[in-house]
C-alpha cells in the first residue's frame, strides 16, 4: 500500500516535480483517464502500451507512469534496465482483477487447442500465460490474421472480445471479465442525451458492452475516439469512455463540445475511474522523491511476458497506437 502524503502543504508541487523529473533523469507519463493536473504535467499523455514504448525510447533513468499497476509492469517489462514507480500501488484495474493467474492457467489447461488472445489490460503473470496480446488499437489487425479455424481464448474482457466476435464473425472463448468503468454506462440515459442532441455523433470504447456501442457512430481505442473528434465535422461529440479524455480534447479543439455518456444516475460521475483516481500530485512527488513504489519483475516471468507482447508488435506494428477498431 502506497503511504498517504504528509506535511507537504508548503510545497509547490508542481515546481518540485519538474525539479525531481530533472535530477532523477525522469519521464512522467500520464494516461488519457488521470486528472488534469497529472496530464498537464506530464511528458507523454497517451494510451497504455504507446505510453511504454515512448518511454522506453528515451534515455531516462526513471519512469514515473501516472496510470494503473498492468499499464507500469508493461513499462518495465519493455525497459527492465529503467526504474519504474508508480504513484499509488493500490491503482489496480477491474479487468485484472477479474482474471486470477491460477484461474486462467486452469482455464488455458481445459482448452489445450486453443491459443490466448490476451488483452492488455491484465497482468504480467498473466501476459506470460499468453499466446498474443492485443490491445483496442491493435485486436481488429490481429484477429484477421489468425487463421479462422484457430480455436481462441479472449480475455479478460468479455465485451472488447464480443465486439470482435460480432464484428469478424468468430466464436472466441470469452473470459468473462468487464471494466468497471465502461459497464456502467446507461442505454437509457445515452438515448435521452442523443435525443437532446440528435445531431453529435457517439464515440465509444469497445470496452462498453453491446447495448452501448451499438448506438455509436465510432467505435475505437481512446488515442482513436481522440482522432475521431479531431477528424469529424460537427461541433458536438457525445464520448462514451472514462470523461477525462475530454480534458486533452477541448486543449487540442476548444471551438467543439464534449459530452460525457451519462451512468444510470443520468451524469458521467460513476464513470470516472476509481483506480486512476488513486494518483495524485503529491504522491507523484513522493514517488519521485523515493523512487517508491517501485515495480519488480523476476526476470524470468519478464521474458515470458515479453514474448507475447513481443507477439503483438510483430503481427500489428503498423497499427499499434492508431487507436481505431473501425465500426461494426
Known amino acids: ?3 498517504q502524503p504528509t506535511n507537504l502543504s508548503g510545497l509547490d508541487l508542481r515546481a518540485e516535480i519538474d525539479r525531481l523529473r530533472i535530477e532523477r533523469k525522469a519521464v512522467i507519463l500520464a494516461h488519457y483517464y488521470q486528472r488534469p493536473e497529472i496530464q498537464d504535467l506530464a511528458d507523454f499523455v497517451g494510451d497504455s502500451l504507446e505510453l511504454s514504448r515512448k518511454a522506453a525510447a528515451t534515455d531516462a533513468e526513471v519512469i514515473a507512469f501516472c496510470g494503473v499497476k498492468f499499464m507500469a509492469e508493461t513499462a518495465k517489462i ?3 534496465e529503467k526504474i519504474v514507480v508508480l504513484p499509488d500501488l493500490d491503482a489496480g484495474c477491474s479487468l485484472e482483477d477479474s482474471c486470477p493467474p491460477d484461474k486462467f492457467a486452469a482455464f488455458r489447461a481445459q482448452h489445450p487447442d486453443h491459443i490466448a488472445l490476451t488483452y492488455i489490460n491484465c497482468s504480467t503473470e498473466v501476459k506470460a500465460l499468453s499466446d498474443v496480446i492485443v490491445t483496442s488499437s491493435s485486436a481488429e489487425t490481429i484477429l484477421a490474421k489468425i487463421p479462422p479455424e484457430q480455436k481462441i481464448i479472449f480475455g479478460p474482457d468479455r465485451h472488447l472480445g ?14 468473462p471479465g468487464v471494466c468497471i468503468v465502461h459497464e456502467a454506462f446507461s442505454e437509457t440515459e445515452l438515448l435521452k442525451l442523443k435525443a437532446q442532441h440528435p445531431d453529435a455523433p457517439i464515440a465509444a ?16 481505442s481512446t488515442s482513436g475516439i481522440l482522432n475521431y473528434a479531431k477528424a ?3 461541433d458536438t461529440l457525445i464520448v462514451a469512455t472514462e470523461p477525462h479524455i475530454i480534458h486533452q480534447m477541448e486543449l487540442a479543439m476548444p471551438g467543439k463540445t464534449f459530452i460525457g455518456a451519462p451512468g444510470a444516475d443520468g451524469n458521467c460521475n460513476c464513470n470516472i475511474c476509481p483506480y486512476m483516481a488513486l494518483n495524485t500530485l503529491e504522491k507523484l512527488y513522493l514517488a519521485l522523491r523515493d523512487l517508491s513504489p517501485r515495480i519488480e519483475i523476476e526476470e524470468g516471468l519478464r521474458l515470458e511476458a515479453k514474448k507475447s507482447l513481443d507477439a503483438m508488435l510483430a503481427m500489428a506494428s503498423a497499427t499499434v497506437g492508431q487507436g481505431d477498431l473501425g465500426r461494426p
Open 1 to 3: 500500500m502506497t503511504a
Open 78 to 80: 519493455l525497459s527492465p
Open 162 to 175: 464480443g465486439y470482435l466476435n460480432r464484428k469478424f464473425g468468430r466464436d472466441m472463448l470469452l473470459w
Open 205 to 220: 470504447h469497445p470496452e462498453c458492452p453491446a447495448h452501448i456501442v451499438d448506438h455509436a457512430d465510432y467505435v475505437g
Open 232 to 234: 469529424m465535422e460537427g
